[in-house]
């Protein structure tokens, strides 16, 4: 059996497969009814969180800084591109991938501002900074009248779909796979490990920082984009709260783990939706939260914590394993 | 000819604290250049002013004649300044390997855009970075642990990876923070060998803290004695040995007891 499972885990085939047969499903689904139309919002929903959480895991995991500012990012990218969709694109849905770079864009530049702060400050500090700012963000929107105030902006069209979804996570995945595995990934990962250490390697720590902060608020950006073109957007929704639990899902799946935040988004977005079924909706943070604790304590790393799927590994970093 | 490296006049106060005080230091390109004193004397103090990590108070640090003072860590590492820690610092949760190569990284130059779609010079040049990583990582005798963690190598190997990962910088000037603590005497004298190696082979000037006298003594062309943070002596190793403040400093007393 772990032999087989090793096997599988080897094919470099299979994770190509799962994207071309999960892009056809999706494009399927939208035309025809093989799910339902709750199934197919949960599956968005996990597509979403996938998004969130392995973008957030690049700051948190990878860099090992504490950001509780994606719901931020989130909201940014929420309003700016629900703003180019209701009020200055033209009503085209063909637009909406532009008006989800925009909202992507728009989170990548705060991100970059972010990212200049954290030079001078590093761990606990900056998570009170990156508090701060969500707060900031949060409340801008309530003041702002142009995009509905505490209210919400509202006839934001329901552009978002299961496949546009799938693209995006593919992208997000793509995207921050191959960061993680390049000069600019091991910049990042040795920041966390031991920064005057990344310095005497003559690592270019801003550099990693700023790439690391733009990269992940671009795809936190993103998620806000699809989240705004599905459901009603207000401000509350961005708060704390939200940040939390995609905290939770990190953590949950394991931090410096692509597979791990793909695990934790579709754990997290399962139970969240199951414990609804199951009347405990008002329950539900503090039982997920509970979970956390546990798995803090038992698992501190999360359920694959620093371990990689090796589906994940670039074939030039594979065949080095293999040699081994 | 002008110095490898120049402490001009250099000054380190932590608040009241004077650790370093007016310290002048030269050191030839192709030396071995010796720093002892005794505990608290600034050593450490001395090499993290030249790799960055503080900004001297007052004073210059020149580099192949030009001014290094104030410049951030990674910028300083980058014009060929390479170091080791007193207290190993290894990324110790990454491979061996990946150590070596995170310090080579410096050397790729693809772009954020080409690394984020892996474009084919990605792929070009991590395969050339592997390569020398591991070419590099042999004479070292760490090739065979390429693979394995760097905090499951042993005491002595961590030593060595650390002075190796240096090395994957290419840097001209090499500071070396108490390379033999921890090792006895045997393991001392192959350490002696295998620098003077390592500096006909990869052509570095180095400048190393020891309180192996005997290691000091056999390897160096110049030594600088610092006492309270203010260099005492400065000479080759026989001119340190015979010189009275010196002694008085290790062994205490006045100096004109002999």
Redesign the interface.
Known sequence: MSAFLSQLARNRWILPALVVIGFAIAILAHYQPIFSGYTQIILITIGINIILCVSLNLVNGYMGEFSVGHAGFMSLGAYTSAVFTTKWLPDIPMLFPVAVIFGGVMAAIIGFLLALLSFKTRGDYLAIITLAFLMIVKSSWENISYVGGPAGLLGVDKYTTLPWTFFWVVVTMF?IR??VY??????I??IR??E???????????EAKI?AFV?SSFFGGVAGALYSHLNFINPKYFDIMKSTEILVMVYLGGISSLGGSILGAVVFTFLFYQLENLGLGYWRMVILSSLLILLMLFRPRGIMG?KELAWFL?K?ELK??R?? | MSALLEIDNVTKRFGGLCAISNCHVRVESGHTHGIIGPNGAGKTTLFNLI???YKPTEGDIRFRSESIAGL???RI??KGI??T?QNI??????SV??NV???Y??Q?H?S?VE????LPR??RD??Q??GESLELLKPFGLADH???LASELPYGSQRKLEIA??L??KPDLLLLDEPAAGMNTGETADLTEFLRWVKEHFKVTLVLIEHHMHLVMNLCDRITVLDFGQPIADGTPEEIRANPRVIAAYLGGTGDED
């Open positions: 995207v191959n960061l390049s000069k600019f990934g091991r910049a990962i040795a490990e031991d005057i250490a990344a310095n005497a390697m003559g690592v270019r720590v801003r790439l990269v620093m670039p030039l080095e394993r040699q081994s | 790799t960055g990590i951030r860590p990674g590492a980058l390479g170091r820690f610092r290894l990324l110790n949760n990454q390997l990946d190569r995170i310090a990284d410096s790729l693809y954020p690394a984020m779609l892996r990605l792929g991590e395969k970075s592997i390429a693979h394995g990962r240096a994957a910088l």
